[in-house]
């Protein structure tokens, strides 16, 4: 019976796996999350504000998202930080990058920052550098979803191998086992 | 022949079942704009410079061209019009709708893992679209190839497909909760087309939902004229026996269904995939506009003959149909149902139809319809 369910989650994931899009996208691996992240941290989203930004080839809409630093996993961070995504709203007029991620107040995220500068999105992997964090409001334990809210069971599950959304029903990860994840992950990348 | 019977009586009943209630479950997810009414000009300047590809494509234009024409032919009320070598400015906020390779997004990096963007611009009082754009990262391998997907090189048709999705104001179904097959998925798989989710997501935006304002003869009466005309050949005309996939019944139920959208003003590309949508059980439409008041007229020749062309094609490879043989061949098919079916909306009872066609077949002219 065991063994036929591995076989049945094994198909799934084969199923799911692929290029993901919105934006099309290849889903990064956690390695590549890890290696490729300048910073690494968990924030809460303070301020979301969105301004014109005039570019030789036009103007565009961008929109700069204040976090307050909970932790820093990875790199570098003040107790805030600032970061700029293309898209956005201003009065009447809107700029959508399909596939950004959409901050708003109070939210508390686990964010994968590149060391890219001027790029369409700051995270790595574009959305997928974001992993949204959520209290179990009965224990009080800190658990993690992917972008689009999926159950992010393990690290397992990220890069290609994303969970489909019949999956969704797992219980999600505790925040301080992705912490040790990705201090971990980053630590073997330092000693090679 | 059950088998037969079975495939054309579910289709007959998904398509009584869709026109009676014109609505499905909803399965596609939408963002929150869409285009106001009309045309939208898609710029492409995606360059020539692919060489054959691998569907046989010659240049990435025509890649981008054909993924558009597939939208086009589900939705009513908003048309692409692709600007083929378009020389317009590219840039963002100025109105224009643009597609085209390049290394970065209007000078913001893509990311290593990015393959394509797809941006809108809005107006946020009233949701419509004022602008999309595409951008295919061209540091990426490209090619545009049906099947599953290959290894080291990425099909520019699905992610057109994709994009030009976002761009109609289509979201993600796998990122809202459903789990259906469609293009418009986040993950990109082996799936080559649109899936019936995106058509009906499309529809939902842009689909006209016209009744056809255009009565059709009960199905027993061009059976009965066709029987008829068998007869006919065999008979009078002497006919040879021709190979054909297309049962009887098959013949004259899909080209009343052709005729149908194309008396309410679809183009002859639209009114084949609507046909084959319907064969397919992926979804039934409405005409794409009501017919104008006065003599009905009814497509040409050639455009018929590539329809039973495509049917025949549709019956042999799609429904994996046997050869079989006919006194009619499929020009005499098209040819007679259409003037048959000319005759009867242009006023003609059952009867003087079927009269008025064989006086065609024997020699005596065109005759004037009943109106």
Known sequence: MFRRLSLLTTLCLLAAAGVARSTTVIPPSFEALVSSANTIFVGEVMNVRAEWDTTPSGRAIITLVTFRVEEVWKGNLGAVTQLEFLGGEIGEIGMKVEGMPVFRLGQRDVLFVSNEVRTVSPLVGFMHGRMRVERDTVSGVDRVRTFDGRALGSVVQIGPQRAAPSLASITPMRLSDLASAVRARAAAARQR | ?371
């Open chain 2, 1 to 371: 022949m059950i088998a037969r019977r079975r495939t054309l009586c579910g289709a007959l009943a998904a398509l009584t079942l869709c026109i009676t209630t014109m609505e499905s479950p909803r399965g596609f997810s939408l963002l929150a704009n869409k285009w106001p009414n009309g045309t939208v000009t898609m710029h492409l300047q995606l360059g020539s410079g692919s060489g054959t590809l691998i569907d046989g494509s010659t240049n990435w234009n025509q890649v981008a061209t054909n993924a558009l024409a597939t939208w086009n032919t589900h939705v009513d009320l908003v048309k692409f019009s692709a600007a083929n070598d378009s020389t317009v400015s590219r840039g963002d906020g100025t109105g224009t709708n643009n597609v085209f390779f390049d290394s970065a997004l209007y000078g913001r990096a893509f990311g290593n893992n990015t393959l394509a963007i797809a941006t809108s611009w809005y107006n946020t009082a009233s949701n419509n679209k004022i602008e999309g754009d595409v951008v295919f990262n061209n540091t990426k391998s490209w090619n545009s190839y049906r099947g599953n997907l290959r290894s080291g090189t990425n099909d520019l048709y699905r992610v057109a497909l994709h994009e030009f999705g976002h761009l109609l104001g289509l979201d993600h179904p796998d990122e809202n909760g459903q789990n259906v097959s469609a293009q418009m998925n986040s993950i990109i798989g082996n799936l080559d087309a649109l899936a019936s989710d995106d058509i009906a997501g499309a529809r939902s935006l842009y689909g006209a939902g016209v009744t056809s304002n255009i009565s059709f003869p009960p199905r027993n009466e061009p059976n009965d004229f066709y029987t008829q005309l068998i007869g006919v050949y065999q008979n009078e005309l002497r006919a040879a026996q021709v190979t054909t996939y297309v049962d009887p019944e098959g013949v004259v139920i899909w080209l009343t269904e052709y005729a149908r959208y194309r008396v309410g003003l679809c183009d002859h590309s639209t009114a084949q995939t609507r046909v084959f949508s319907a064969i397919d059980n992926t979804g039934v439409y409405g005409v794409c506009a009501l017919t104008p008041s006065g003599t009905i007229s009814f497509p040409p020749r050639n455009e018929g003959l590539d329809f039973m062309n495509a049917l025949q094609v549709k019956y042999r490879d799609g429904l994996r149909r046997g050869a079989g043989s006919s006194y009619v061949n499929s020009e005499g098919a098209v040819v007679w149902v259409l003037e048959y079916l000319r005759y009867r909306l242009n006023g003609c009872g059952h009867g003087d139809a079927t009269t008025k066609v064989f006086m065609q077949i024997r020699g005596q002219g065109i005759q004037p319809v009943c109106r």
